[in-house]
């Protein structure tokens, strides 16, 4: 079953190259889901504190475990060098304390390709309620999303099954 | 003192005052001032006797400490206590490269009547390694002292113009008595009012400065007092070698702009790492013709002040004002008052380390002669307030690290011992519970929090599905020694950005240096293990000790963070009052 996520990547602070703050570096955020990727445009005042704002609407596949928020900077040749990376968990998004439409205000470490620590991000993502589903299958689940098991990657939906045909006696 | 460039040029490029800040994000320097303890008393007739003043500081020939360039001066702020040590109110920000620094962080202190405050204001050189640290965290041991002085609040507010300048004096040693310089304070009477202005403000045309390339703007918004003082009030940040500026949104509350017609100086000023920032140029304008110039389109010129001719001259640069909003930003009562429910839930330490309840000297003794005991004195005194502001005095109960009668250790068993809900009515239910449950439950370990913290961010998730206003407060009451520090921070992590907040009462005389850090006051947010950040600090710490000791009142310590914590919630979400028109 694909989602639609409607993700801000709205800042980031204290990024650090070499365990140092940047200081003059144009910064931009990519967002990957599975195989897709958005990114964002640059932040031109640079540093290590760099705003975007930079929001965009991603489908994602039931099956998905984490979506990643990847953090570049230009450099004055126009190569893009990474600086970090962070792995957000769906379940940070969806299952336990965030319902559907909820607006989900998340800060993430980056780390770099050594592991180390170079920054945080801030990102606001909602997940968009599917309009094809059914109402009822909605009210249902919202009730006891704590007990039953996940099945398809999301915690606590239940499936339900609608009849395509009926037999006419 | 670091390299031989001139100081932290990227930290002093930056905003500072009426400019916005990340949405989660407390105000800083405004200690005197909170709404839900003035409530508290009012409703009990006690009206403040204080009236909150916002004190503006500006120093003048200050030594120079720093060898290639001038001094970074910070200025400090303490009241002096009555056992004589110095309280820190406040600080300033830092300025570069300057020995008369005119500081726009204001300071706010509460102006009681009827005692005699004494202010001590330091003022440090700030070393050029400390890069783009908010000043909350600067150690005040490890900058350059450069200088102090000594004045009585009401003598300022007594003095014409309510301003009074001070000469610095030092303690270097004996025999060395040098002139360093003067600081000024101006004080002024904050009103308190909720509305607010954004504006995005660009430049068009400037005038270059600088000689290799373009000049560096960027604006400094004053205010014109009565008797032509002008008090600094925001600056924006600086944009690079551009003669087209576009500056980032700047807010201010009308605190800062006094009322829509008082006359604001706008000046445009070239940046120089020197800090000598040469001035484009000017104007004078109100907040009200400042919209108006937005909403007609039009464009301001600037005017450069020229002594010579007698008039100004006026400038091809020209102010545009892109945006104006006014919005209200509503404090912590007017969400209370229109009926957004505080939700208070209390957990209680059952483990060893309290001591046996029978011995005298263990925390949850049960005194036969009917004196209360650590536990049941934090009860009552915190009870008290929560019951105050939670409007059904229905209140979960849980107790934790203590083993049931059947036998297993619980980390979130019901105080009352029911096992069909957890509710208790009013402090008096919780008193009876914990009584009750001090009889059937044995004291066990170990002293873990995430349980009941879990409990709670499920209730606050639970009541977000149902949309209903309602804000909850966890009180854990624990005698200090947390053995899980990382299932802790991990569970915070995950209930940070819930409408929920976490209150740590300590009973007992341990060392609650853990419970510091779980309050990130110091501006370190807290890190989970899957390396998520906490989205807001969500925890208050309240030792009691402080409190009996009468250095605190406990009104005032339980309920210090609880307004910023729940504003910070509301308002990056923009959830208005119950009913309030939406902006």
Known sequence: MTKTLEIDIRSAEGLKINRRLIKKKKTFAVVKIGEKSRSSDLDDSGGSNPTWNFKSEMPMKGSVQFISIEVFYRTRCGRDKKIGEARIPATDFMGRYSHEGHLNFLSYRLRDEYGDKCGIVNVSIVVKPHSTETTMFMASSSSSSFETPSIDGYRGRIVTGLPVWRVTT | MGNCLTGD??????????????????????????????????????????????????????????????????????????????????RTEVILNSLNPNWIEKITVSFQFETVQTLVFHVFD??????NVPVKTLKLKEQDYLGEATCVLSEVMTK???????????????????????????????IASKTVVEMNLRSVNLDNKDLFSKSDPFLRISRLVENSIVVPVCRTEVVDNNLNPIWKPVCLTMQQFGSKDTPLLIECLDFNTSGNHELIGRTEKSVAELERLCQQREAINFVYPSTSHGRNKVLKGQLIVDRFVEKIQYSFLDYISSGFELNFMVAVDFTASNGDPRTPSSLHYNDPSGRLNSYQKAIMEVGEVIQFYDSDRRFPAWGFGGRTADGHVSHAFNLNGASYGDEV????????????????????????????????????????????????????????????????????????????????????????????????????????????????????????????SGQVSVVQALLEELPGQFLSYVRCRNINPVGAPAI
């Open chain 2, 425 to 548: 009515v009013g402090v008096e239910g919780i008193m009876s519970a914990y009584s009750s449950a001090l009889a059937n439950v044995a004291l066990a370990g170990p002293t873990l929090f995430s349980h009941v913290v879990d409990k709670a961010a499920h209730t606050a998730s639970q009541s977000l599905s149902q949309n209903s206003p309602k804000y909850f407060v966890l009180l854990i009451i624990t005698d200090g020694v947390l053995t899980d520090m990382a299932g802790t921070i991990d569970a915070l992590v995950r209930a940070s950005d819930l409408p929920l907040s976490v209150l740590i009462v300590g009973v007992g005389n341990t060392d609650f240096t853990q419970m510091e850090i779980l309050d990130a006051d110091k501006g370190r947010r807290l890190e989970s293990s899957t390396g998520r950040v906490a989205t807001r600090d969500i925890v208050q710490f309240v030792p009691m000790k402080e409190v009996h």
């Open chain 2, 126 to 131: 700030v070393d050029t390694r400390y890069h």
């Open chain 2, 160 to 190: 014409p113009n309510r301003s009074m300048t001070l000469n610095l004096h030092g303690n270097f040693g004996a025999g060395v008595s040098r002139k360093l310089g003067t600081l000024s304070v101006q004080a002024e009477e904050t």
């Open chain 2, 9 to 90: 040029v990227a930290g002093g490029k930056q905003a500072i005052g009426g400019v916005q800040q990340r949405p989660t994000s407390t105000t800083t320097n405004n200690a005197a001032q909170n709404d839900a303890v003035d409530f508290f008393f009012r409703s009990r007739g006690q009206y403040p006797l204080f009236s909150q003043i916002e004190l503006s500081l500006s120093a003048s020939n200050l030594i120079d400490r720093d060898i290639t360039s001038k001094s970074d001066p910070m200025a400090v702020m303490y009241l002096r206590k009555k056992d004589g040590k110095l309280e820190e109110i406040g």
